[in-house]
């Protein structure tokens, strides 16, 4: 059983950077797609970035594009999601996903698509 707990959520100001991490425990290491997903208040849960099974391909929201990177280690079963620019839009809950798929290369925006999901990690972006 996969089971995942984010980290990294905090306050910061616009224009700042931030990461967060998702630590994966249980499961097989390398049969996991990943994502991260986020919920704003009185919205629905959106996709942000996905990545595949071996972290050579990777998938953004149009909205983050160019100012966020996901990446994953296997070694360190950790999923990471580095955010730069951030915006007073960016202000969610953020989630991490993960399924077992027997695709090196698939990536998967849908978050019907997702099994596993963590607790979630509060980003708040500040004027």
């Known amino acids: 059983q996969v089971q995942l707990v984010e980290s990294g959520g905090r306050v910061v100001q616009a224009g700042d950077s931030l990461s967060l991490s998702c630590t994966r425990t249980?499961?097989?290491?390398?049969?996991?797609?990943m994502a991260w997903f986020r919920q704003a208040p009185g919205k629905e849960r959106e996709f942000v970035a996905a990545i595949s099974r071996g972290g050579t391909i990777t998938n953004y929201e149009d909205s983050v594009k160019g100012r966020f990177t996901i990446s994953r280690d296997n070694n360190k079963n950790t999923l990471s999601l580095r955010m730069d620019s951030l915006k007073v839009d960016d202000t969610a809950t953020y989630y991490c996903?993960?399924?077992?798929?027997?695709?090196?290369?698939?990536?998967?925006?849908?978050?019907?698509?997702?099994?596993?999901w963590g607790p979630g990690t509060q980003v708040t972006i500040s004027s």
């Open positions: 249980g499961g097989a290491v390398s049969a996991v797609a």
């Open positions: 996903a993960a399924r077992y798929t027997a695709s090196t290369r698939q990536t998967a925006t849908s978050w019907q698509q997702y099994a596993y």
